[in-house]
């Protein structure tokens, strides 16, 4: 999810009495009421006018201002994302003000913001860019900030309502324009408006789910809101998450559930989950809302073991959404036409929050990956006698360190913890993979892959092991042998026993015969 309200949604509590607050945040410890009060009341001009000092709590960067008018909160706004001492800062509508006018209610955060500005437009104001996730706008309004009056900004979005958002803002600034399409689709959109492939200074794409898409209860998003069980990005398009599960089969909703859902279990757990699913629509009582739907999936799955504290069917809802809205071959696709809108200095910035999110990076940068001065399959094809003197060049990638959110950052806006920024850098350089190709295919290579002739440790080993084997079955003989001979013994033992006894008893019947005839004699 593209976290983007921190967890007040306006900081404490606007001031008590009349009048609009505004919120803002990130600034310097060493701000002063006065001078802040002036930079806004410069602004807003004839719109409105400040009706209560600035109230500070500079240890956390935060400032409100009141002022009298709502059109002077919506002046005051247009501020968020640009430089007041040096430093970027984000303005909102606070909680009296989006109460009043539901057109504050969306106004948030964005995560990784000044340092994706920094990485992407800082080293061409004047150059054309793509926020390929315009959400409620605030990177995009942080980019037009950075641009100069030469710079143009085009966005995408599937989402009807950030479409809305996106035409205001077009009225307000001529160098922006939204386009309501996939991300994917941004080279066939921006040539019919004249922008060429290959001319585009930076890309943006903030994957996954705005916070106003999850917040909103008639998307059906949320496991714990109670809504229709919707899903889409686009509602005008595709089916809803309650037809779909009426229709798809037991055994791809298990694939979904388990892909998609990152269930513990081994699949066990994915597939009791479609059991219950499958079960109550044979019964004809299938939830068409979330909170009956979670409630269902929450039984199926028991109680739970792996110890994370979030509703037990949020990674079903996940990949139910994931699957519906296409997410992952959507974002396969943005890359690729992403490399090749820019051109060669041209930068991809990639905010993500989950790990599958960032193998799809790996996976797109790996196809396009550039090949590095130090990489140790470059310096054995040199060494190599018939290998070509030089690589071909062609576009590919360069990346960057990752960068994660400040620790300022997580102050203000701790849903942006698991966020982190890939830029991807266009170059002319011959492509990993093609080395790899080149390199795979020489004769040499199977000498390199070929396994080793064994050392001399290994011989000792094995005879050490032969020999005992040999030592083993030798005793074995020996013990057969023994028994053999002990067998034998035993019976000739026994046999002469038996001889004994039968003479034995031949001597008692003679001594009986010579008694007899000797008139008993023989028994005195």
């Known amino acids: 999810m593209r976290p983007s309200r921190d967890d007040g949604g306006g ?14 945040r990130n600034l310097l410890e060493d701000t002063r009421a006065g001078t802040l009060a002036q930079f806004f009341k410069d602004h807003v001009g004839d719109a409105g006018r400040i009706i209560r000092p600035p109230r500070l709590a500079l240890a956390r960067g935060f400032a409100w201002i009141t002022f009298d008018t709502l059109a002077a909160v919506r002046e005051a706004l247009k501020l968020s994302g640009s430089y007041y001492s040096g430093r970027l800062i984000y303005v909102h509508a606070a909680n009296n003000v989006s109460g009043a006018d539901e057109t504050f209610a969306d106004l948030h955060l964005p995560a990784l913001c000044e340092e994706t500005v920094t990485a992407l437009v800082v080293p061409d104001p004047n150059g054309v860019y793509v926020d390929g996730t315009f959400g409620r706008g605030g990177h995009t309004r942080a980019i037009l900030k950075a641009l100069s009056p030469k710079g143009r900004l085009h966005a995408f979005d599937m989402d009807p309502e950030a479409i809305k958002v996106g035409k205001k803002l077009m009225e307000e600034d001529v160098r922006f324009t939204v386009h309501h399409a996939p991300f994917s689709s941004m080279i066939k959109v921006l040539k019919s408006v004249g922008v060429e492939a290959g001319s585009v200074a ?3 794409l903030d994957v996954g789910i705005s916070s106003p898409q999850f917040n909103d209860k008639s998307r059906g998003f949320r496991p714990e809101a109670d809504g229709p069980l919707d899903l889409r990005f686009d509602t005008s398009k595709g089916m809803p998450a309650s037809e779909f599960l009426s229709v798809v089969p037991h055994a791809e909703l298990v694939r979904i559930i388990d892909e998609y859902g990152e269930e513990s279990g081994g699949g066990a757990a994915s597939r009791r989950i479609v059991d219950a699913i499958c079960l109550a629509r044979t019964r004809g009582d299938l939830p068409t ?5 979670a409630e269902l999936v929450a039984r199926a799955k028991g109680k739970e073991s792996s110890g994370q504290q979030m509703h037990p069917a949020k990674m079903t809802f996940q990949a139910l959404r994931i699957y519906l809205n296409d997410e992952f071959g959507e974002m396969r696709r943005g890359m690729k036409a992403a490399f090749e809108l820019v051109g060669e200095g041209g930068r991809i910035a990639l905010i993500t929050w989950k790990f599958s999110e960032r193998k799809i990076v790996d996976e797109i940068f790996n196809m396009f990956e550039a090949v590095r001065s130090d990489e140790p399959l470059l310096e054995w094809y040199r060494r190599q006698p018939n290998a070509e003197k030089s690589l071909p060049k062609g576009p590919s990638l360069e990346n960057d360190e990752v960068i ?5 950052e997580l102050k203000m806006n701790s849903r942006s913890r ?13 492509r990993l993979a093609d080395l790899e190709t080149r390199a795979y295919a020489m004769p040499e290579w199977a000498d390199v892959v070929a396994p080793r002739p064994q050392t001399s440790a290994v011989p000792v080993v094995a005879a050490a092991t032969e020999n005992g084997g040999e030592k083993k079955r030798k005793r074995h003989e020996e013990q057969k042998d023994e028994k053999k001979e002990k067998t034998e013994k035993k019976e000739k033992k026994e046999k002469k026993e038996k001889k004994e006894k039968k003479r034995g008893k031949s001597g008692g019947v003679t001594s009986m015969l010579v008694a007899s005839l000797l008139g008993g004699e023989a028994t005195r």
């Not at 900081?11 to 803002?24: E, H, Q, V």
């Not at 994660?404 to 300022?408: F, G, L, N, Y």
């Open 11 to 24: 900081g404490n509590p606007p001031s008590p009495g009349s009048g609009y607050d505004i919120f803002i």
């Open 404 to 408: 994660r959110p400040s620790e300022r």
């Open 289 to 293: 809302r979330t909170k009956e739907f």
């Open 418 to 430: 698991q966020g982190l920024l890939h830029v991807l850098r266009k170059v002319n350089h011959p």
């Open 202 to 204: 930076g890309v943006l």
